[in-house]
């Protein structure tokens, strides 16, 4: 008789845990189906339990995304099954703003919920930034900032002001509101932490949330941020004309390296170091008429013409009648870049603030603009007027003390090199945070700044510029808040440990699969990475960050 019990316990127990088993399963399941009935304002939600590869591979597919990727090779294999919730929100008639939020299991949920930008004109669904953040464990979303764009680098949503609004402000914050709520709700609590990451478009997202809403985060990755947008067009537009206006004065793309091989001469030692890489271009300072050609014109020299045109494009921009300082020149050591062939030999590659694209000014310039119509340009009449038309919209205010007070924390950085939204701007905003709110310390207390030498725009480059962004593959390897930088953010909303450094990798060719060429610190501004003097320059361990000595 206690054989027989024994069996039957035997027997029953298989049994039972595949009761509960099925029970664990459908119950995130129903989990997910019922935050389709979520009441929000102007919201309608829609829930899907994604399972299979084919279901995720489906979610890629979706027509909002420009540039679909795989499904069956996504990182997020690895956290289905999970929710997926597909937002729109209306906050005026043809206005919707478009958002998606992925929700791993619970027993998979790292307790973060983050959110990421979107970048250039915005207008589609960044699932890759979706399928990196679900399979690291967070709830996260993002959205198209409900800017209708068709073109990832279009500004003509301007013209609309309802799309305007959206993508400048309204749509990252109607989306925290609706995304954390639906977090709350699948999950049955609210996260240890809220954070926020996107670089260009996305950090001028950023920038919005700070200013505009300092309780929608806790946390706030500010990347590469278009400060001042009306004013890099008027830049890129003013560099046009110098190299236009004289048909001699045109720089070609292959003359993009001698100015770089110049600029590296003269000031890639400045650091100590000489590896291909300017570690502060506000150091830096090239004679372009000495290079001008002793005879016929090679593209190893410069007519005086190009001399001339160059000298003004890296020098300072200037209100044309008060002399006002607008915008920095062009940066030093970003010529390798492919957008530097838009911003300096004016070609056209669809870039935003190109010559025939230029920027936010497309919402006051006659909508047949095109690169020769900076030839007429009323740069005294139009700068002014460009900057007023664009107020509403810029997300450049310093003040930063709505956010401080309610103990938020905000890391910002940019690339040395990136030629898109100058650098000097985000370091000239930094100094101007401490201006508005009392000085180093009081910055210091909620805020950092990290400036990666040789970083193009948002990533690449010759210098080190993998350190933990995109999401999208921001956990391919190994990582920990000492070289990923959402990560860093995080312990310092949660732990209250201030991040001081972050490792940067650079790939050999900027190519992941051929390993890894470089490593190196970056310091938390003003200070730099300065080598010990012994030791292989291409290892992090071997720098120190110091305040530098000018």
């Excluded at 000085?439 to 970083?455: E, I, K, Q, T």
Aim: aromatic share 8%; with cysteine; hydrophobic share 40%.
């Amino acid at each position: 008789m206690t054989r027989l019990k024994a069996v039957m316990v035997v027997g029953v127990a298989p049994l039972a845990l595949m009761c509960v088993s099925a029970f664990a399963a459908e119950a995130p399941k129903a989990a997910c189906e019922k935050l389709a009935a979520t009441k929000i304002a102007s919201t309608a939600v829609k829930s899907t339990f994604l399972t299979t590869p084919q279901e995720l591979d489906a979610a890629f597919q979706n027509p909002d995304s420009r540039a679909t990727a795989p499904g069956a090779s996504s990182p997020a294999l690895a956290a289905l099954p999970f929710c997926r919730v597909e937002v729109t929100i209306t906050p005026a008639a043809g206005a919707d703003i478009k958002s998606e939020l992925w929700l791993p299991a619970a027993e998979k949920w790292n307790k973060r919920y983050v959110a990421v930008g979107a970048g250039g004109s915005a207008g589609t669904i960044d699932r890759g930034a979706l399928a990196g953040g679900v399979a690291a464990g967070y709830a996260v979303a993002t959205s198209d900032a409900g800017s209708h764009s068709t073109e990832l680098l279009s500004m003509s949503f301007g013209r609309n002001p309802e799309w305007a609004a959206n993508r400048a402000y309204r749509g990252v914050h109607l989306t925290a509101v609706a995304a954390k709520q639906l977090v709350q709700n699948y999950y049955q609590g609210a996260p240890r932490a809220s954070l926020f990451m996107g670089c260009s478009g996305g950090g001028y997202e950023a920038m919005s949330l700070l200013q505009r809403y300092p309780d929608d985060y806790d946390g706030v990755l500010a990347g590469d941020p278009a400060l001042h947008w009306e004013k890099i067009g008027l830049w890129q537009g003013m560099a046009y004309v110098a190299t236009h206006r004289d048909p001699s004065a045109n720089i070609s793309a292959a003359k993009l390296m001698t100015i770089n091989k110049a600029a590296l001469k003269s000031c890639d030692a400045l650091d100590g170091v000489t590896d291909g890489v300017i570690d502060d271009p506000r150091k830096c300072k090239v004679d372009f008429k000495a290079l001008q050609c002793k005879g016929a014109e090679t593209d190893e020299c410069f007519t005086p013409a190009q001399a001339e045109a160059l000298t003004k494009i890296y020098a300072p921009f200037v209100h044309p009648r008060t002399k006002e300082y607008l915008f920095p020149g062009f940066t030093y050591g970003a010529e390798t870049a492919q957008a530097a062939r838009a911003r300096l030999a004016g070609e056209a590659l669809g870039s935003t603030i190109s010559a025939g694209h230029p920027g936010p000014l497309v919402w006051t310039l006659p909508e047949n603009f095109t690169a020769k119509d900076w030839l007429t340009f009323d740069f005294d009449k139009g700068t002014d007027a460009a900057i007023k038309a664009f107020a509403p919209y810029s997300n450049s205010d310093p003040d930063l003390s709505k956010f401080k007070q309610k103990g938020g924390k905000v890391i910002m950085y940019s690339g040395w090199a990136d030629p898109n939204l100058n650098p000097e701007t985000l370091v000239n905003y930094y100094e101007q945070m401490k201006k508005k709110l009392g000085g180093d310390a009081a910055v210091n207390a909620f805020s950092r700044l990290f400036m990666a030498p040789g970083m193009n725009h948002c990533s690449g480059g010759p210098g080190p510029n993998i350190f933990g962004q995109p999401l999208a593959n921001a956990f391919d390897t190994k990582t920990d808040a000492g070289n990923n930088i959402l990560l860093a953010l995080d312990r310092w909303v949660v732990d209250g440990v201030a991040p001081e450094q972050v490792t940067a990798l650079k790939y050999v060719d900027n190519d992941k699969t051929k390993g890894v060429q470089r490593t190196r610190p970056l310091c938390a501004y003003p200070k730099v990475a300065k080598w010990s003097g012994t030791g292989s320059t291409d290892d992090a361990k071997n720098f120190s960050c110091v305040v530098p000595q000018d």
